[in-house]
């Protein structure tokens, strides 16, 4: 225990010497339990060097029955220090008072016993409530934290550890409108406390969700059309607040039952001019009898008003036909198109003659090939600039972007298509391993034709300069097929050109060598 000796000089020379306890004046703590809380101190200033010797205010005044109070100090090394010893200055049991520490943090950590010294970490500061004359015992304590960033600065609190946030959304994008989407936010670390809320762009989708066990999930329905959905965490004591980056998601409208519209003609082939000729159509779906409207039209100019559909079929009568050679065709359009899909008829010839005239017929065809989707790329290599070292020294970044993808769908049908990639570990082609989990990407759409729907998929970053055989978080790196982009269902057809920006994250243990990895690009 520190004591601290104090003289005093009297009339006539002679010399008088007083010795006060520890607990009186300043020293080390004598160990106790924790008392109990009072409430929270506020210091100032709130950063400052160990030179620094700050004050405190408390939340409230001291309980009774203290009648005065003492500062005292704990942190790394075993420190353990009363910087102010019992005192009455400004002393308080019926609202906040401010009391000053007696020594600076670096005295107070000198003049402790053992001494030490302030190091980089966290400081405990108690305000004793204590009554007696020597203070002896502590009713309650006042408590808060101050954090040295280097052995010479602080700041008041306890920084918050940093967090990353990632979401995913299931079933993949594109879905039909309508379909039910589970939005899952994954926060690192694993233990962080707080809340995630779910945004459309600026609209949140709901009240915040507790993250438990690192994730938080919610159910929602999105309205038809492209969304950016994000996932903001919001921690909890302790824990610092990240966002996600944005995913974008899209829905499309629903699609109603297959339907096929055949049409027949009364009479048919050759007609003379100013016959009255019919036209029936029927319209039929493997699931029940399809209601709305039939068009029918030569070579795509309207012969008649739309006619409605009853027991699947519709008729049209005219005797106005021109003369000449005719292409009629019927076409179906749905009452309710998320019930049943449109569809058009093959055309039908009917040939309109004058009375008594002679005519001839060829048929000419054609057969249009189910077509294919293909994926290619006009040069396979991409070379990154050689990795730099980081200002805080944590790892090696490098950037580029891949070769531009082209996708050719000449598919009948126009399904639609997805582009994945995934990435193999590099090799230096020895010992020398960086985890493919190190590479992230961004997707962009270089160039689509106008009759697509090519929407990007969602960055992918890299994971933390992870060493080699280590699973990255959820989400991290090309390890594992990540979407580069997806064309909707009926937004396929065409040739579109596919990018994205790459970024490699390498551990500063990697040794030196060209490093090669293998990134597959899968068209579905």
Do not use: K
């Not at 506020?42 to 620094?52: E, F, I, K, Q, Y």
């Not at 200002?391 to 298509?417: F, H, K, M, Q, Y």
């Not at 989990?437 to 034709?449: F, K």
């Amino acid at each position: 225990m520190h004591r601290s000796s104090v003289f005093r000089r009297l009339a006539g020379g002679a010399v008088v010497f007083a010795v006060a306890t520890a607990a009186a004046v300043l020293g080390a703590a004598a160990a106790s339990a924790q008392p109990p809380s009072a409430g929270t101190l506020t210091v100032a200033p709130a950063t400052g060097t160990d030179l620094t010797a700050p004050s405190v205010t408390t939340s409230a005044g001291c309980p009774t029955p203290a009648n005065a109070y003492n500062i005292q100090l704990t942190g790394p090394n075993g420190l353990d220090f009363i910087v102010t010893g019992r005192t009455q200055a400004g002393f308080s049991t019926t609202a906040p008072f401010t009391g000053q520490f007696g020594q600076t943090f670096r005295d107070a950590a000198a003049l402790d016993t053992p001494p030490t010294t302030i190091v980089a970490g966290t400081y405990h500061i108690a305000l004793n409530c204590v009554s007696g004359i020597t203070g002896a015992t502590i009713v309650a304590a006042f408590n808060t934290d101050v954090t040295f960033t280097s052995p010479t600065s602080y700041q008041a609190g306890t920084p918050a550890t940093p967090t990353t946030t990632a979401l995913a959304a299931s079933p993949p994008s594109p879905i039909t409108a309508g379909t039910q989407t589970t939005l899952t936010a994954s926060v690192t670390p694993a233990n962080a406390t707080g809340s995630v809320e779910f945004f459309d762009g600026t609209t949140s989708l709901g009240a915040p969700v507790a993250v438990a066990g690192g994730t938080a999930s919610r159910a929602v329905t999105l309205a038809q059309g492209s969304h950016s959905l994000t996932a903001v965490f919001t921690g909890g004591t302790g824990f610092g607040n990240s966002t996600s980056p944005a995913v974008t998601y899209q829905v499309n409208a629903p699609q109603g039952a297959a339907t096929t519209t055949a049409l027949s003609v009364n009479p048919s082939g050759t007609v003379d001019f100013g016959t009255s000729v019919t036209f029936s159509a029927t319209v039929s779906s493997g699931s029940g009898t399809p209601a709305g409207t039939v068009t029918f039209s030569d070579r795509g100019t309207a012969l008649s008003s739309p006619v409605a559909l009853s027991g699947g079929t519709a008729s049209f009568q005219t005797a106005a036909l021109a003369l000449g050679t005719h292409s009629v065709t019927a076409t179906f359009s749905p009452a309710n198109p998320t019930q049943f899909a449109s569809s058009a008829s093959a055309p039908v010839s009917l040939v309109v003659v004058q009375p008594g005239a002679s005519t001839a017929t060829e048929t000419i065809s054609t057969e249009v090939l189910a077509g294919a989707l293909v994926i290619s790329v006009a040069n396979g290599q991409v070379t990154l600039p050689s990795p730099q070292l980081l200002a805080d020294a944590s790892r090696l970044e490098t950037s580029g972007s891949i070769n531009t993808v082209r996708v050719a769908d000449t598919r009948a049908g126009n399904p639609g298509w997805t582009v994945s990639g995934q990435v193999t570990d590099f090799s230096n082609g020895g010992s020398g391993v960086i985890n493919g989990a190190n590479l992230g990407w961004t997707p962009n759409v270089v160039a689509s034709m106008p009759v697509q729907s090519v929407t990007p998929g969602a960055a992918v970053s890299p994971a933390a300069a992870i060493q080699p055989g280590a699973a990255a978080g959820p989400g991290l790196g090309l390890a594992s097929s990540r979407t580069l982009a997806t064309a909707a269902a009926g937004g396929g057809t065409g040739t579109a050109d596919l990018g994205a920006g790459l970024a490699l994250f390498v551990p500063t243990s990697t040794v030196s060598g060209v490093y090669t990895a293998t990134l597959t690009l899968t068209a579905i």
